[in-house]
Each structure stands twice: as structure tokens, then as C-alpha cells.
């Protein structure tokens, strides 16, 4: 599967997943366990959905062009670092709507060369040339980073 699609980082146009419908299918399967949802905010790719289960927190994250969604360990919100985890249990009933992403797939480095104007990028991608200069200005250095990125 083509993760690094057109349009994946936000930055030109793509088709977009919709943030009403993530936020009830999360408040739906899990009631009151969410300590919060985040969407829309400028400069972020991805909403994100905190839960909190019994003393411990996660995030859930959906891409907001294309239905990649990931998890992460609980983190501060203006950290930048997202440590991708695995929680099976949570991804099986979501997987009927969206493509879970694993961690091995997020971490995966990401690799590119430039040249003057010009990015060749070594993963499989179908990304366009903006998206390209935005990746290398913000340095993402993972598939992950690019796919749930903060630019802006």
C-alpha cells in the first residue's frame, strides 16, 4: 500500500477525511473514556483524539486527507515527537473505516536528496514538488513525520 500519496502532507489538493465523522465514531466506541479530540488546527495534518483507559493515556491519529490513522504513547500536545505504538485491541474495530498504520511503517526513515531546486526522494511516493519543499524545509525525517506532520 502507497502510503506517501499526493496530497498526504496537507499541502495541495487531496481528498480529505472527515473530522465530524472521526469524532463520533471515537466518542462512540469509547464514551467516556476520551480526555479530548483535536482537529483543525492550522498547520497540523492529522486530528487526534486522546483517551484515557483506566491510569493510562493514548492518542489516536487520523490523517486528514486520507484515512491513515495511527496511535501514539500519551505525549505533551506541543511536542513534536510522536512514539507510534501497536494497541490491536482498539485498531481491530477501527479498521472497518480506516488503514491502520503501523509503527514499523511510520518509522521507516525517510529519504530524499536535494539538489538545487530539485528533491528526489528515495521511498515510494506520488508526493508533488510543494510537498516536497515542505518536507525538506521541515526536515521530517520519517514516513511518519510526514504523514502526521505539524507544518504551517
Known amino acids: 500500500m502507497l502510503i506517501l500519496r499526493y496530497g498526504v502532507t496537507g499541502f495541495g489538493p487531496a481528498?480529505?477525511?472527515?473530522?465530524?465523522?472521526?469524532?463520533?465514531?471515537?466518542?462512540?466506541?469509547?464514551?467516556?473514556?476520551?480526555?479530548?479530540f483535536i482537529g483543525g488546527e492550522t498547520g497540523k495534518?492529522?486530528?487526534?483524539?486522546?483517551?484515557?483507559?483506566?491510569?493510562?493515556?493514548f492518542h489516536i491519529l487520523l490523517n486528514a486527507q486520507y484515512p491513515f490513522l495511527a496511535f501514539t504513547a500519551h505525549r505533551k500536545l506541543d511536542i513534536l515527537y510522536l512514539p507510534f505504538i501497536e494497541i490491536p485491541e482498539i485498531a481491530k474495530p477501527l479498521s472497518q473505516y480506516y488503514?491502520?498504520?503501523?509503527?514499523?511503517?511510520?518509522n521507516?526513515?525517510?529519504?530524499y536528496t536535494k539538489k538545487g531546486r530539485k528533491i528526489r526522494v528515495k521511498?515510494?511516493?506520488?508526493?508533488?514538488?510543494?510537498?516536497?519543499?515542505?518536507?525538506?524545509?521541515?526536515?521530517?525525517?520519517?514516513?511518519?513525520e510526514v504523514v502526521f506532520n505539524f507544518y504551517d
Open 123 to 144: 521511498n515510494k511516493n506520488k508526493l508533488h514538488h510543494e510537498e516536497l519543499q515542505q518536507i525538506a524545509y521541515w526536515e521530517s525525517e520519517t514516513v511518519g
Open 15 to 36: 481528498p480529505s477525511v472527515s473530522k465530524t465523522e472521526f469524532r463520533d465514531r471515537c466518542y462512540s466506541m469509547f464514551h467516556k473514556k476520551i480526555f479530548k
Open 45 to 57: 495534518s492529522f486530528y487526534e483524539c486522546i483517551i484515557k483507559d483506566k491510569d493510562d493515556k
Open 99 to 106: 488503514e491502520i498504520l503501523s509503527p514499523a511503517q511510520l
Open 108 to 111: 521507516e526513515p525517510f529519504i
